[in-house]
């Protein structure tokens, strides 16, 4: 810094709080607000402050100009000795002779009771010439003799010192980030602008306070225990994630990234902990709207994985209400119109009348956790009736779903199927609502109904947007389970219509059969089995499976049915009836089955054996033991041109036969060949009656999916007479 001419900078007055002209961190003692002077006691603190960073020098000067008073800051500061300096005209020994009149003049004013503050350039020991800060004023003792008290420091260190509290104080009350000090006992002694508009407070309203008593609006605590744990430990904490709302703005959430840092002096002396605060709700609420978006994108891509993996009305329904609770809502019911699960209705659904109320049967109820709000929707399976104002029957008469951000008692009793059910949902926190339309294909076949309570945020467009999609895909799966039902139905009854009813007595012969459709996941199958009567009081027992399912393998069943009933009464061999069935497969479009034919003559006992790609027939002889019986395979019919081979076999009275379909033993896990020896140990070495044997073998081997039909005929021979 250039020399400054002391003449023509003239004396300065300092003002009433010295140099500075304000108090550092903007409160006084300490930035303790409502404390008085009684309440103060000395603080001890250890060197390395300002005032040793500065070395400030004192000198006392006596009426005429004497050095009285030398410190020993002065004697590094001068290189003069006390020694050296007592007793000395401090104008003869400090300053160069051109300006000893000026320092006469000053010093008489300041005797006089002017204070003089300003740069002066001093002599120092080694001759050189340094510009120092000086802050003179008049002293008086008991005897009321004056003196001149000067206090100095180096100009150089001082600017130095001044520029950077200048630029701090300057950043700090410029910086967009809000800056805030804390003492050791975590109350505000510095709160910036900036810091100031995102509290929406005041600094006044912050300091001397701790940040609970300021800002209680926050999760002080966390606040708290973060500057806790930098005072203790000195490391900062960076980047920490803070949401609330303060009164800058009460309406909305804002998202804020905090930092702590430990404040030392030169000394290390622990002084407070800084807080910078940055204003991130913009990022937050992209990382917000890019979180949800990955949400919306998962929750389909899961829906396409778990909606629709079978045939299942029910099933569907609870696999549409599992996709959207939790994640989108705490509630969610599934109905459809009624009209849809008329056996009769197999077209298009018919639409609502404006005027007229609609017929819903629910098909799933699913909540986030346990609530008495599960309550509130219709139970699963009853059918009931919705007025035409309530906001159901509106989604589903007009296909346009409804939104309601924020519910109230009026709506919920528009909601709600009776005013039970609103108050159910009105003790749980309902408070947002929205229902969608199940549309396939064109037409609404029902709704999907969702409800929040402990979720905060309402629902709005993005959420109604993706159920609607959820639902979208849903009813597709729906419909098809409801068409499916219904061909299905079809199937079956045509199916059971083409089935024997109860064979009659055969001579010789005691009967037991069981049919079982596939489960109600699974399409109508074309198993069948017959006992026919032959001449000469034989008989047949014939089992088949065509391959395929739905109507269209029923129908194949009951054509080859019927061929092997006409081929029967013709007393054919049992390889030239399946020879003659194969060539009535093959007339027929994509016809494939299997079958084993028996013919039993209960006067030889004796009985003949034909397969066509069918499972082998189990014998239980009289004395418990069973086996499979050794039979040619055969090729299934509708192959063509191969010839079917016979096993013959004595049958003695107590024998049994056991004619079946693969849906009996089948399972998609185990081979065929251990899931045939663990029929034949059912079997071995127990005897129970015909009708009880049946129902063992289907309880104990049949697939619990049950994804086959089974075709089931036991047949034992009595005894002569009998």
């Known amino acids: 810094m250039s020399q400054t001419d002391p003449r023509r900078a003239g004396p300065r007055r300092a003002g009433p709080q010295g140099a500075g002209g304000r108090a550092v961190g903007g409160s006084a003692a300490g930035g303790r607000s409502g404390q008085g002077a009684e309440g103060l006691a000395p603080e001890p603190s250890a060197p390395g402050g300002l005032l040793d960073v500065l070395n400030v020098a004192a000198v006392v000067l006596d009426s005429e100009g004497r050095i009285t008073l030398w410190s020993p800051s002065a004697e590094q500061l001068f290189g003069y000795s006390a020694q050296e300096a007592l007793g000395r005209p401090a104008a003869r020994l400090l300053v160069q002779p051109e300006h000893v009149p000026l320092v006469l003049e000053l010093f008489d004013q300041v ?128 980047d920490q994630y803070a949401e609330g709302r303060t009164p800058a703005d009460l309406e909305h959430n804002h998202a804020w990234s905090v930092s702590y840092y430990r404040l030392e002096d030169t000394s290390g002396q ?77 077209g298009s659904v018919p639409e609502l009348d404006e005027d007229r109320p609609a017929t819903f049967r629910a098909l799933a109820v699913k909540t986030a956790y346990r609530t008495d709000a599960s309550r509130a929707p219709d139970p699963v399976g009853k059918v009931a009736r919705y007025a035409p104002d309530r906001l159901i029957t509106q989604v589903a008469r007009t296909g346009n779903p409804v939104l309601v951000s924020e519910v109230d008692g009026a ?16 003790e749980a926190g309902v408070h947002s609502y929205m229902c969608v339309p199940l549309t396939a294909r064109g037409s609404v076949i029902g709704t999907l109904s969702l409800f929040r309570a402990r979720a905060e945020e309402p629902f709005d467009e993005d959420d109604q947007l993706l159920a609607s999609e959820l639902a979208a895909r849903a009813a597709i799966s729906i419909d098809n389970a409801r068409l499916y039902r219904g061909e299905r139905r079809t199937a079956l009854t045509l199916q059971r219509s083409l089935l024997p009813r109860r064979p009659p007595p055969q001579p010789g012969l005691e009967i037991a059969y069981r049919y079982q459709p596939a489960g109600a996941t699974d399409e109508v199958g074309g198993d069948w089995f017959d006992v026919l009567p ?187 007479g009998s």
């Open 111 to 238: 005797l006089a009771g002017a204070t003089w503050a300003g740069g002066f350039p001093i002599r120092v020991k080694d001759g050189s010439i340094r510009m120092f800060e000086f802050r003179n004023m008049r002293m008086q003792d008991q005897h009321k003799n004056l003196y001149a008290l000067g206090l100095a420091t180096d100009q150089q260190a001082l600017r130095g010192v001044e520029t950077d509290l200048a630029l701090s104080m300057r950043l700090i009350a410029q910086s967009p980030v809000g800056l805030a000090v804390l003492d050791t006992d975590q109350r505000y002694v510095l709160v910036n602008p900036a810091l100031e508009r995102i509290n929406g407070l005041p600094a006044s309203e912050h300091l001397g306070r701790r940040v609970s008593e300021a800002l209680p609006f926050l999760d002080a605590e966390q606040i708290e225990s973060a500057c806790r744990r930098v005072l203790a430990t000195g490391d900062p904490l960076l």
């Open 270 to 346: 622990v002084l407070g902990v800084a807080i910078s605060v940055i204003d991130v709700t913009e990022r937050h609420l992209a990382t917000t709207e890019m979180t949800r978006a990955r949400r919306r994108l998962a929750m389909i891509a899961d829906a396409g994985v778990r909606i629709g993996t079978t045939l299942d009305l029910p099933h569907t329904a609870r696999e549409l209400a599992g996709t959207v609770v939790p994640e989108l809502a705490d509630l969610a019911a599934v109905d459809v119109l009624d009209a849809i699960l008329d056996e009769r209705q197999t």
């Open 411 to 426: 709506t919920l009793r528009r909601i709600a199927r009776g005013e039970e059910s609103a108050e159910l949902l009105a």
């Open 534 to 720: 032959l001449s000469g009081g034989r008989t047949a027992l014939v089992v088949g499976d065509v391959m395929g399912s739905g109507i269209t393998a029923a129908a194949t069943m009951g054509q080859l049915r019927t061929a092997t009933r006409t081929l029967a009464a013709l007393d054919l061999e049992p390889s030239a009836v399946l020879g003659h069935l194969d060539d009535v497969a093959s007339n027929l479009e994509q016809a494939f089955a299997t079958c084993v034919y028996a013919s039993f003559n209960p006067q030889t006992a004796h009985c003949r054996i034909t397969t066509a790609g069918h499972l082998p027939p189990v014998l239980v002889r009289p004395d418990g033991s069973a086996e499979l019986v050794d039979v040619p395979a055969g090729v299934p019919l509708g192959v063509g041109g191969v010839p079917f081979g016979t096993a013959a076999l004595e049958l003695e009275p107590g024998s049994r036969l056991v004619l079946y379909t693969d849906g009996l033993i089948e399972t998609r896990d185990d081979p065929i060949d251990d899931r045939l020896a663990a029929l034949v140990r059912m079997l071995d070495g127990r005897r129970h009656s015909l009708e009880r044997t049946c129902d063992l073998l289907l309880h104990s081997l049949r697939d619990p999916d049950g994804h086959d039909d089974v075709a089931l005929l036991i047949a034992e021979v009595k005894p002569s």
